[in-house]
């Protein structure tokens, strides 16, 4: 293959290859040069490491607090009200704003597809840390009967 072509100006030659960003595409429990989302989430300590699952539990269990929001917002201008017995219709057809709606899914959409990206960084530590908060947002903020099973 003839790469005679091919530009190579843009690339930083004087930068160490280990004080870069590893991509892995296989699962990994290794933490040095770990990026979430972008470089500047650059993790070459075990203490950031640690600091960092602990944020992305965080993310995770707001994910959860929000999406918990949206749907009882949602619920109740649908006229749906959930009590310890169960969910039930007060039949008041309570109209809500369009663009609120929207709004509120749109933020939950994205909120989900960036914890989708940070779990795609194939570190099983990372995972387990989604997996985490998922799990102890859920238990804090959805404590009530659900109709659904929804994905992140």
């Not at 190579?8 to 933490?31: I, T």
């Not at 310890?84 to 809500?96: H, L, P, R, V």
């Amino acid at each position: 293959m003839d790469h005679s072509m091919m530009d190579h100006s843009q690339m930083d030659h004087d930068m160490p290859m280990d004080d870069m960003c590893s991509m892995n595409m296989l699962l990994s429990w290794d933490y040095h040069n770990l990026c979430l989302l972008s470089s500047s989430w650059h993790i070459k300590t075990l203490l950031q490491f640690i600091v960092s699952l602990l944020l992305v539990v965080v993310l995770c269990v707001g994910f959860e607090a929000l999406r918990a929001k949206v749907t009882k917002k949602q619920r109740e201008e649908r006229g749906i009200a959930i009590s310890d017995e169960g969910i039930e219709d007060t039949n008041t057809n309570i109209q809500g704003n369009g663009w609120t709606k929207s709004v509120g899914y749109g933020l939950v959409v994205g909120y989900s597809y960036i914890i989708m990206l940070i779990f795609m960084s194939y570190n099983a530590w990372v995972m387990l840390a989604v997996v985490v908060g998922a799990t102890l947002g859920h238990h804090i903020f959805h404590g009530e009967p659900r109709d659904t099973m929804a994905c992140h």
